[in-house]
């Protein structure tokens, strides 16, 4: 009998067999996040009780083996096996009872290492929707540990998981210490099915993996997620925008009471929360709609089959299939289409995949792209409807391009082959997606853009409040810029504004009307019409537009996007040679438009 009351406990097992819904489901509120111990890889734990034991529940990242290939799947072996580390007191195995076979494979290994662990067959609701019974008390009978039925998802199982965990804990049972049958033979033996789910699933690939209707199918649901994210996102944008005005004036208000020098009352109101408002308003709403909707179709199980389709393609410039979730992910936002490529396990090939990325434009740069090309397009909505879809079908083929670039010179190698899981179809689970993607996704995101836009508006404030001659600090280095600017077919004020919009591409439209009305701060500028007709009073033409929309496309991305690739890569050469590739291909572009056209 063992006598402690706190134990460590790991949760254990494959990728998207509802790890972080039967963490959530057991800790709670009682949470903790950071980095694995001289490691980028985010560690999760928390604490729950279970009978008299106080448990600490730390979240193994997922993996299909002990046998590491990626960073995370090396950390997860360390951890589990204690090769590097204290081990954990007990393991709680997960397997999705859908696709039970390939679970067991990994827990049995997994029961060998580590003796004390308990089987979890979650997802137990799903199975019975697809017609699949799982005899738990055979698989028990037969493996000699204690093993749960749940669904996490409606908390059922999770007592008596605690239950089981305790005894083990306390040596009221006995650890796993024997043979066992294959999972093959277990799973014959245990597991029964009507195969009506199978039947659909094989269906549904017919379509979503089909040699003529896969790349249509995938056009067509980006194109869906862009048009509701775009649409969506205005109203909501404006709203937020009119209602961060009134903090924006409150904080006027309350400098001025108490007789705060103007200067100083105008560098925080007009500066620093201006430009910080400014950006959430602008990038919180477009990143609400596309992150959950993205994280939808991931829970629905059509992400692995997106790899799938695209592998070929990749491969033939030199990296994996997966690079083309990373890609999809940086629609959304760059900084976040960094952080997936840790799903790419060959090094080299994340190391493509994270100075690759960028050459998509994120939900920022759609708005910004929009209005150049309304303004190329002469006000011509359908025009410049498909300039964008041009556009984006050109950042796709730019990132194929480098990437090819990038592995026959720096990133000289083979393409590696990689272990796709094509999961089934399931219902997605609305509410945990949406806590997952605006946690896990926007508003890590947010906070650090956010962080830098504060002394953004510092930056900003300056340049337009400090007098210099007739001018301004900003019209005097847009004037400096005007030389170098002319090469790519832009002006100073333009080219400034790019510097500027580092923190976030969102302000890059309103730095070039503050820099053309020569005011002091940032001004509303309205909707995209609006916006495009400002720029054309101030001499925009065709050209003029066409560069600034490849420029858009193809230049530095933003602030938190290199903080990003510094902390997946840890080199500085790495985060330079994330700004220097993209810009460096968007001045050659830009130079030609220029020197082609008059």
């Not at 009134?246 to 430009?275: F, H």
């Not at 926007?442 to 956010?450: D, E, P, S, Y």
């Not at 004020?493 to 591409?505: E, G, K, S």
Request: with cysteine.
């Amino acid at each position: 009998m063992n006598h402690r009351t706190s134990f460590t406990v790991a949760l254990a097992g494959n990728p998207n067999v509802g790890k972080s819904t039967v963490f959530n489901a057991l800790t709670g509120m009682r949470q903790h996040t950071g980095n694995w111990p001289g490691k980028t890889v985010e560690r999760k734990s928390g604490t729950f009780r279970a009978g008299e034991l106080s448990i600490t529940l730390v979240d193994v990242p997922g993996t299909y083996s002990l046998e590491a290939k990626s960073p995370e799947e090396a950390l997860a072996a360390e951890y589990l096996t204690g090769s590097t580390c204290s081990p954990p007191d007990g393991v709680i195995a997960l397997c999705d009872a859908c696709c039970l076979e390939r679970g067991l494979d990994f827990a049995m290994k997994l029961m060998k290492k580590c003796p004390r662990t308990v089987l979890c067959i979650n997802m137990m609701d799903e199975a019975a929707r697809r017609g699949i019974s799982v005899d738990c008390e055979m698989l028990e009978s037969l493996l000699g540990v204690p093993v749960i039925a749940t669904s996490a998802g409606k908390g059922e199982g999770l007592t008596e998981l605690k239950d089981k965990l305790c005894r083990l804990l306390c040596g009221d049972s006995e650890p796993y210490c024997g043979e066992a049958l294959t999972p093959k033979e277990l799973c014959r033996l245990a597991v029964t099915s009507t195969g009506e789910a199978d039947r659909r699933d094989r269906l549904l690939d017919r379509i979503f993996t089909g040699k003529y209707t896969a790349y249509p199918a995938v056009a067509l649901l980006l194109g869906a997620i862009f048009f509701i994210t775009l649409r969506g996102a205005a109203p909501l944008s404006d709203g937020l925008s009119f209602l961060l005005g009134y903090p924006e004036s409150g904080a006027k208000s309350l400098l001025n009471a108490v007789n705060c020098p103007r200067s100083i009352t105008s560098l925080v109101c007009d500066g620093i929360l201006r430009v910080l408002f400014w950006v959430i308003a602008v990038m919180l709403p477009p990143m609400a709609i596309f992150f959950p909707l993205f994280t939808l179709i991931e829970d629905l199980g059509y992400l692995p089959r997106i790899a799938y389709n695209f592998d070929s393609t990749f491969r033939h410039c030199g990296s994996c299939g997966k690079q083309s979730l990373t890609m999809m992910m940086g629609f959304g936002c760059n900084a976040v289409g960094v952080t997936g490529c840790r799903i790419i396990d060959s090094p080299r090939e994340r190391l493509i995949a994270c100075l690759t990325n960028a050459f998509v434009p994120c939900n920022g740069r759609f708005p910004v792209l929009a209005v150049f090309l309304t303004v190329a397009a002469r006000g011509k909505g359908n025009l410049s409807g498909l300039l964008l879809c041009l556009a984006v079908a050109a950042g796709c083929v730019m990132t194929l391009a480098v990437s090819k670039l990038l592995s026959v010179t720096l990133l000289r190698g083979e393409s590696s082959s990689f272990t796709l899981e094509l999961p089934p179809y399931r219902l997605p689970r609305v509410g945990s997606v949406i806590t997952r993607s605006l946690i896990d996704r926007t508003l890590k995101v947010l906070g650090r853009a956010a962080a830098v836009a504060a002394p953004a508006g510092v930056v900003i404030w300056c340049l337009g409040n400090i007098g210099v001659g007739e001018g301004n600090l900003f019209s005097l280095i847009a004037d400096a810029l005007s030389p170098a600017a002319s090469v790519i077919g832009m002006d100073g004020v333009m080219l400034l504004a790019f510097i500027l919009a580092l923190p976030a591409a969102e302000i890059t439209v309103p730095l070039m009307l503050m820099g053309y009305t020569a005011s002091a701060s940032l001004t509303p500028t309205g909707g995209i019409a609006d916006s495009a007709l400002l720029l054309s009073e101030f001499g925009w033409g065709v050209k003029t537009a066409i560069c600034a929309a490849a420029f858009t496309l193809f230049h530095f991305p933003c602030s938190t996007t290199l903080i990003t690739v510094h902390r997946e890569t840890g080199k500085i050469k790495w985060t330079v040679a994330a700004a220097l590739i993209p810009t460096a291909v968007g001045v050659i572009i830009c130079a030609a438009v220029n020197l082609i056209f008059p």
